[in-house]
């Protein structure tokens, strides 16, 4: 196809898009790690849910475990994944004085706190959540066996039965739905007035920036493409944003080459955004794709500005610093 009979395609690419703070600084540490300590450093589960994050950090030494008990004894640091891990895992790691660098999100933790607070205030602790999230399988795992009630949905939250309505608190996954949430918020705080909710919203900055950038434009084009891992769950979210907004094709992929170019027949625009765990290099790929069949004209629709950084911890400041 040349470039004078190739369609025309208006791209609208959604900002923010992609990598947020806490898959940074993750993705940081494995890489600092590395450098301070050699290869191998162990990683105990894949550190962002990004198959292409996961095999470049792969190819520089890093090997990926999903439970301590496959790491030998030979010193080298284990890095926890960005979504959190349960007590017990520091724990174990303790045990066998392996140097583990904890790479959990700062907001996960903010949750893990949370739950923590609440338990010693001897309240009840419901999370809403989606059931096996290696992030939700933390912060219960943050607390005895039975402290934490998981709900997943509203028939969840209208079916739920607490011990004591007067003494019960919420928390949730931090890469939710705003949508599904609020109104699983709303049938708690209508049966139990005197739930104690967070101070400030537990789905995170960057969830909620990609969900409003997605509903913006979701009514504006013909499909939204969102890139991002299918066990990735604010990636997930996005494409359902799209969906409920009237999108006629929202479609998540992995990269450019997982594009089913039949669903996309006779679009004249298309949106793309990314998960918070995608790299801006699958995002200008797919782009690229499309601009081989289409004469594509992008636009950006900056919908917030994110200025968020977390600190690394302390043991690679100074790597980070060099
Ligand atoms: S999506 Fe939110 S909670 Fe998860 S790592 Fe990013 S900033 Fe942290």
């Given at each position: 196809m040349t470039e004078a009979t190739k369609p025309p395609l208006d791209i609208l690419l959604?900002?923010?898009?992609?990598?947020c703070a806490g898959v940074d600084r993750a993705i940081q540490i494995v890489e600092l790690a590395l450098k301070k300590f050699g290869a191998p450093v162990y990683v105990r589960h894949?550190?962002?849910?990004?198959r292409y994050v996961v095999d470049g950090l792969r190819d520089k030494g890093a090997v990926f475990v999903e439970?301590?008990?496959?790491?030998?004894?030979?010193?080298q640091p284990v890095v926890f994944s960005a979504h959190g891990v349960p007590k017990s895992v520091p724990e174990n790691a303790r045990s066998r004085q392996m140097f583990f660098l904890d790479a959990t999100c700062p907001l996960v933790s903010k949750v893990h706190k949370e739950a923590q607070i609440h338990f010693k205030r001897e309240r009840e602790i419901v999370l809403i959540g989606h059931a096996g999230h290696p992030e939700v399988i933390g912060t219960m795992g943050?607390?005895?066996?039975?402290?934490v009630t998981l709900l997943e949905t509203v028939e969840d939250a209208l079916a739920f039965t607490p011990k004591d309505p007067e003494r019960l608190a919420f928390i949730t996954q931090t890469t939710l739905s705003i949508d599904d949430t609020a109104a699983i918020v709303r049938v708690l705080t209508e049966r139990f007035p005197s739930i104690t909710a967070p101070h400030?919203?537990?789905?995170?900055y960057a969830t909620t920036n990609r969900q409003e950038a997605v509903k913006r434009i979701a009514g504006q084009v013909d499909a939204m493409i969102v890139v991002g891992a299918p066990n990735s769950s604010n990636s997930q979210r996005l494409r359902e944003v799209a969906e409920r907004e009237g999108c006629p094709v929202s479609i998540l992929i992995q990269?450019?080459?997982?594009?089913?170019w039949s669903r996309l027949d006779g679009i004249r625009s298309v949106g793309v955004t990314a998960g918070a765990?995608?790299?801006e290099i699958l995002v200008e790929e797919v782009i690229d794709a499309f601009a081989a069949r289409y004469a594509v004209k992008v636009e950006l629709v900056q919908n917030a500005e994110e200025t968020i950084a977390f600190n690394l911890p302390r043991e690679l400041r100074l790597s980070a610093a060099e």
């Open positions: 959604c900002a923010p898009r992609g990598f894949e550190i962002v849910h990004n439970e301590l008990t496959e790491i030998p004894d030979d010193g943050q607390l005895p066996e039975g402290s400030k919203e537990d789905i995170c990269r450019a080459s997982d594009i089913d765990s995608a790299p």
